[in-house]
């Protein structure tokens, strides 16, 4: 793209990016899509730029269940596991379910709890803690669930757990595993381990959550169900648990994902399940749900519990039906956020410097720290790379041991190059899948880990990394920023993972004001002569983006973002989520 002129002639923005415009073949691409579907040359320009052919154009506006859910059969074990659930189901058997402590588990958790209330079957929900569990399945924890409950069903977990699976199988209970984390191990000994990135599964749909699997499974089980006569549940009123763990697991949101997520948006609009809308309340959710509120005002509140706080409140708050119950789990889930965002912040100032002393040029970033909390190196990875476009591993040391999560970028294996690390014995174990991974590694092994991490991670071309490129779908005028905009575009969603939301540049505004809001984030009053325009930079006050804004103040600038709309007091108005700024010019 260098031979290609920068968009707007910035090509080293506030953060350091160059900005690329649509090409000439993608407005040509652009004006074609907006002919097939008589719609306005920018949401034509949109689809063309993330491949969307004219052909197919109404067809990825209107995704369908229907066209896109492959047969639940194709996955590994799949019959056998729908027809030792719906057998449970039949004859009210004793039914445990041990989950991740993540959204994806705890929502995968309230599936099954949900499914099987429709046959009068209260399920055990078991979530391990983060700190005194670890990650998966444990043999107490299993041994003791087995005692009590015919069938154990692991969820988000359990693909790579031999030991407690056959712990819970001499306790006299079966064991099934619902999962999509890489195995590329032998699969362990339970009745039943569906998961389409077993090592030995064929082509199937790899790219799900958890809860994605689940749901394919519940499909499978009423099927067997109406095999036998029996009706199971409906599936179509759990899809909003679906796109809520679908977004906050970071799945692409592309074929059969898009479908679950707009499907299940369109069920969480209804509001009618009291743990999600207890949730939106105390985020302060008025507007219709989109998949950036759940997975930066929802999705990070169902996690608090798991991170910081008590394990099982995600999957209580998920799976309850009583309305108190609900709005005092969603209450204590908003307050452990507020922790959890305090402590994140610690973490991270101390991680950055680590990581940018050691420099940003090698393939990973990564930082390691006593007494961080396990339950925010995620997030902190995140930040990491974010910040430096390369994979990001954070480490929280306690004592002679250290667990750790790491985020990895597009092209990039991640899970796959901590799953051989902790075969070749350089963690102590690890996993995940290629977008996100976790290992617990020796405290003394730290610094070896991470060396041998790197080299696997070069050889996939993570250190060609860098500052991104930030990719817009073109420029408007402050008055073009229109509710009626924001409508069209979050139509045309949902926008995410594997289908990057609409980024827009606005040429040449004054910036008028540039005030603090809250301690982390910056409001910006701009406009030009076509209307004004309001925008928020969040976490950007302390960084160079922040620094930028408050020098340019009283002049002029380019602002770069994602157009939100806002319908707080009842009055329809737009915001920019601003990503970027550059000078103007003269």
């Known amino acids: 793209m260098l031979d290609t002129p ?62 896109l859910m492959p047969d639940p059969s194709t996955l590994p074990d799949m019959d056998a596991a729908a027809e030792r659930l719906a057998r449970a189901a039949s004859t ?26 429709g046959f009068g079957v209260t399920a055990t929900v078991h979530i391990p803690d983060r700190i005194e569990d670890g990650y998966g399945p444990n043999e107490p924890a299993m041994r003791a669930l087995a005692a009590r409950h015919g069938l154990i069903v692991c969820v988000d977990c359990g693909s790579v757990s031999e030991g407690p699976i056959a712990a819970a199988r001499a306790a006299g209970a079966d064991v099934l595993v619902v999962d999509h984390h890489l195995c590329e191990a032998p699969p362990p000994s339970a009745l039943a381990v569906v998961n389409a990135n077993r090592a030995d599964a064929g082509p199937g749909p790899t790219q799900l959550c958890a809860a994605g699997v689940v749901f394919l499974l519940l499909v499978a089980a009423n099927r067997a169900l109406r095999r036998d006569g029996r009706a199971g549940p409906d599936l179509l009123g759990l899809l909003d648990l679906v796109a809520l763990a679908t977004v906050a697991d970071v799945a692409p949101l592309t074929g059969l994902n898009r479908a679950l ?65 609900a709005a005092a789990l969603a209450a204590r889930l908003d307050a452990l956020n507020a922790d959890r965002r305090a ?10 410097a680590q990581a940018e002393a050691r420099g940003a040029d090698g393939p990973l970033a990564w930082a390691a720290g006593e007494g961080w909390h396990p339950g925010v190196v995620g997030i902190v990875a995140s930040r990491l790379k974010e910040r430096f476009n390369r ?36 963690a102590l174990k690890g996993g995940g899948h290629r977008m996100a991974a976790g290992l617990s590694v020796a405290a003394d092994q730290v610094e070896a880990a991470m060396a041998r991490l790197g080299a696997l991670l070069d050889r996939q071309g993570a250190a060609r990394g860098g ?11 402050a008055g073009g920023a229109t509710p009626a905009l924001c409508d069209m575009l979050e139509a045309a969603g949902p926008w995410g993972a594997g289908a990057p939301a609409p980024r827009f540049a606005f040429a040449g505004l004054s910036v008028r004001r540039v005030s603090p809001m809250g301690a982390a984030h ?13 925008a928020v930079a969040f976490r950007a006050a302390e960084g160079p983006l922040g620094a930028f804004l408050r020098a340019v103040e009283g002049g002029r600038a380019h602002l770069a973002g994602r157009l939100e709309r806002d319908d707080w007091g009842g009055r329809a108005r737009v915001r920019l989520l601003l990503d970027d700024a550059a000078p103007a010019g003269a």
Do not use: C, K
Not at 97 to 105: A, H, W
């Open 6 to 67: 920068a968009f707007l002639d910035v090509a080293h923005s506030a953060t350091g990016r160059r900005w690329v415009g649509p090409s000439a073949a993608t407005e040509r691409a652009g004006l074609a899509v907006a002919q097939a579907l008589d719609a306005p040359e920018v949401l034509g320009r949109v689809l063309a730029a993330r491949g969307v052919a004219p052909g197919d154009a109404p067809a990825y506006l209107e995704p369908t269940l229907r066209d």
């Open 92 to 117: 009210a058997e004793r039914v445990a379910v041990f989950g991740d402590y993540d959204v994806d588990g705890a929502a995968s958790a309230a599936l099954l709890a949900r499914w099987l209330r």
């Open 261 to 325: 997520v707009r499907q299940g948006l369109a069920v969480m609009a209804q509001r009618r399940r009291p743990g999600l809308r207890a949730l939106a309340d105390v985020a302060r959710l008025s507007a219709r749900p989109t998949a950036f509120h759940l997975g930066f005002l929802l999705g990070p509140r169902v996690n608090a519990g798991g991170r910081i706080g008590e394990a099982s409140l995600g999957a209580r708050l998920l799976a309850t039906e009583d309305e108190a119950e």
């Open 343 to 352: 402590i994140e912040a610690a973490v991270l100032e101390a991680a950055l």
């Open 391 to 426: 994979p990001a591993v954070v480490i929280g040391l306690h004592g002679d041991a250290g667990v750790g999560s790491g985020r990895s970028i597009d092209g990039v294996d991640l899970g796959a190059s901590v799953a051989r690390l902790a075969a070749e014995g350089l």
């Open 467 to 477: 500052p991104t490129d930030l990719r817009l779908d073109g420029a408007l005028a």
């Open 522 to 534: 910056l409001r910006i009053s701009a406009g030009d002569a076509s209307g004004a325009l309001e």
